[in-house]
T-cell receptor, first 109, second 116 residues
């Protein structure tokens, strides 16, 4: 069974707008990771945030983590059409990842 | 840039037939994972190897699925017999880190299985 849930399930925005995706998980974690998946392809790692961190930035990505609420958010700023993909959060426990169901992001030109 | 290789990319088979998928992780990566991803869902872990040893196969349906990583490098996942519900994307991933740490995983392109 999957541990996390992303919200929203789908998101449609215009180029240049910001996209925010939320993730909730159920058990304690070592870190939380975000991945992107283009249609029918493998997953690509975006960013990892450790359980003792609250916020992390990487380029146009900003991730927050609230362990007290067991939730995380991914913000993509100034989105581009190339950002169109599914985004998954993955909760990391002992040595494995438990993925959520993902958010489908559509960025229109 | 090093990548995880998987083959075949697509496989169509009939119910009750045997299928096998192959994965070659990034060189030097000790940990290898097999995931199953049903359309519209996130990946679910089937089995995890560290070198040639199974670390976690608790979600692997062992009555029909088997996995091996004999020399601690490449790996094979087999389904016998295939059932209609096995239609999914099968993803292989590898990680440089060893148990119990968990870091970035590198995914292959996947094998899309269709069972008719």
């Amino acid at each position: 069974s999957q541990q996390g849930e992303e919200d929203p399930q789908a998101l449609s925005i215009q180029e240049g707008e910001n996209a925010t995706m939320n993730c909730s998980y159920k058990t304690s974690i070592n870190n939380l990771q975000w991945y992107r998946q283009n249609s029918g392809r493998g997953l690509v790692h975006l960013i990892l945030i450790r359980s003792n961190e609250r916020e992390k930035h990487s380029g146009r990505l900003r991730v927050t983590l609230d362990t007290s609420k067991k939730s995380s958010s991914l913000l993509i700023t100034a989105s581009r059409a190339a950002d169109t993909a599914s985004y998954f959060c993955a909760a990391s426990g002992y040595s494995t990842l438990t993925f959520g169901k993902g958010t489908m992001l559509l960025v229109s030109p | 840039e090093a990548e995880v290789a998987q083959s075949p990319r697509y496989k169509i088979t009939e119910k009750s037939q045997a299928v096998a998928f192959w994965c070659d992780p990034i060189s030097g990566h000790a940990t290898l994972y097999w995931y199953r991803q049903i359309l519209g869902q996130g990946p679910e872990l089937l089995v995890q190897f560290q070198d040639e040893s199974v670390v976690d196969d608790s979600q692997l349906p062992k009555d029909r699925f088997s996995a091996e990583r004999l020399k601690g490098v490449d790996s094979t996942l087999k389904i016998q017999p295939a059932e209609l519900g096995d239609s999914a994307m099968y993803l292989c991933a590898s990680s440089l880190l060893r148990v119990p740490t968990s870091g970035e995983q590198f995914f292959g392109p996947g094998t899309r299985l269709t069972v008719l």
